[in-house]
DNA sequence: TAATCGTGGGT
DNA sequence: TACCCAAGATT
């Protein structure tokens, strides 16, 4: 075993963070092995997603759907409410057709190899590397956004991102250990959140800083060099919150596909990333007394969404397209992305009954 | 390759 | 305020 590797299992062993989707580390030195199911559900929510927000989820779904079987077994809505307020629901789309296709077809066990993994729905390189190497011991190269900071620190990559992947991923591959690895992928992405981090890293405490180029060139925190991005755009729109007289809200589904696919929402018009829409009331869905409810903003990863809310009352319970009328009651359990919680809270504030939406 | 796709927290 | 960042995948 090279001489990070062994560094790293060692800082590992003693530093690692206890997180609901492993195992304990008594398990673990027992001969435990983790769970392909929580191994896989935590990784793809934790694609581009805090560790803080995700503990509350896994919690939830493991709970509610202990294996892979259960999850198959539940319906696309039941999960897409579930995963509401997460992000990314395309995530919660492959998740329920991954779990289709391993209970269906693969007799409700998951792939052991990164290329078995890797053509389910929702899993590329990263999740398919990090359930091979963390469940099924597979010396595969793990690359998330810590490990391309700690390996360009470590090997003072001056590549860009993200022209720089297939350089780190190699350098990753080339010292990731045949024994223990999923513990060494682990290891490198909990340095990469606790010691090697954006702004001033803490280097005194890092377990290989002795070999760091990064670190003995001066500036450690310049790395990973990214390419320079893009700004963002701002985008206006309309939402209308139409109430029945007992309290109930007018919601319809989006498209499958798309943003925020899948998911409920109250009747809008037609924003895009790239289109605005229309701010006023005549664009409303159906003919009624729209009142202004004021204006709420939410920002996407590529476009910021202004949104004016439109309210009318006492609207009677009857057929508007293809869409429901939620009851207040299980208004909070739709499956209602942020942006949309926001918008009804607009014209609503209690719809939420005072709870955190964002 | 470049866009698309959420949300929340930190500075 | 305005960025940046977070266990990326898909098209």
Same mark, same amino acid.
């Given at each position: ?36 199911? #929580?191994?896989? !559900?935590? /990784?793809?929510?934790?694609? +581009? *997603? ?37 992000? %990314? ?7 329920? $057709? ?6 269906? @077809? ?6 052991? *190899? ?11 390189? %990263? ?31 001056? *590549? ?6 297939? /350089?780190? #991923? ?7 250990? @045949? ?16 010691? &090697? ?5 803490? &280097?005194?405490? &890092?377990?290989?800083?002795?070999? &760091? ?7 450690? @925190? ?7 991005? $893009?700004?963002?755009?701002?985008? !206006? ?12 809200? %007018? ?22 990333? #790239? ?13 009624? +007394? ?13 476009? @910021?969404?202004?949104?004016?809310? %439109? ?44 709870? +955190?939406?964002?």
């Amino acid at each position: 075993m090279n001489r990070k590797a062994r560094q790293l299992l060692q800082w590992y062993d003693t530093h690692h963070r206890l997180l609901p989707w492993r195992i304990a580390p008594a398990q673990r030195l027992a001969g435990e092995v983790a769970d392909p199911y #929580r191994v896989w !559900l935590s /990784e793809i929510m934790l694609q +581009q *997603t805090t560790v803080e927000a995700v503990k509350a989820y896994f919690r939830t779904f493991v709970a509610r759907w202990p294996t892979v079987r259960a999850l198959a077994a539940a319906s696309d809505d039941e999960v897409m409410r579930a995963w509401a307020g997460l992000g %990314y629901y395309s995530r919660a789309r492959n998740l329920k $057709k991954c779990a289709e296709i391993i209970t269906g @077809e693969m007799d409700g066990e998951f792939p052991s *190899t990164f290329e078995g993994l890797k053509a389910l729905p929702g899993i590329g390189d %990263y999740t398919a590397a990090a359930i091979a190497a963390i469940a099924f011991d597979r010396p595969a190269a793990v690359v998330d956004g810590n490990v391309e900071r700690v390996v360009t620190r470590l090997f003072a990559i001056t *590549t860009p991102l993200p022209a720089a992947k297939a /350089e780190i #991923r190699a350098t990753m591959q080339a010292i990731t250990p @045949e024994i223990r690895p999923g513990d060494f992928a682990q290891g490198m992405m909990d340095l990469g959140a606790t010691i &090697c981090t954006p702004r001033r890293p803490a &280097c005194t405490l &890092c377990p290989v800083n002795d070999g &760091c180029k990064g670190l003995q060139g001066g500036y450690p @925190e310049v790395f990973p060099v990214k390419a320079p991005k $893009k700004k963002r755009p701002v985008r !206006l729109g309309a939402a209308f919150v139409a109430i029945s007289p007992g309290g109930s809200v %007018y919601l319809r589904k989006r498209p499958a596909s798309g943003l925020l696919g899948g998911m409920a929402e109250v009747p809008c018009t037609g924003w895009t990333a #790239r289109v605005d829409g229309d701010t006023s009331a005549n664009a409303a869905p159906f003919p009624a +007394q729209w009142s202004d409810s004021g204006s709420i903003s939410h920002v996407f990863t590529h476009f @910021e969404l202004r949104l004016t809310v %439109y309210r009318a009352d006492d609207i009677p319970e009857q057929a508007i397209g293809a869409g429901w009328w939620s009851v207040p009651d299980e208004l909070p359990r739709e499956a209602l992305p942020t942006v949309m919680k926001k918008a009804i809270a607009a014209a609503i504030p209690d719809a939420f009954k005072g709870r +955190q939406i964002a």
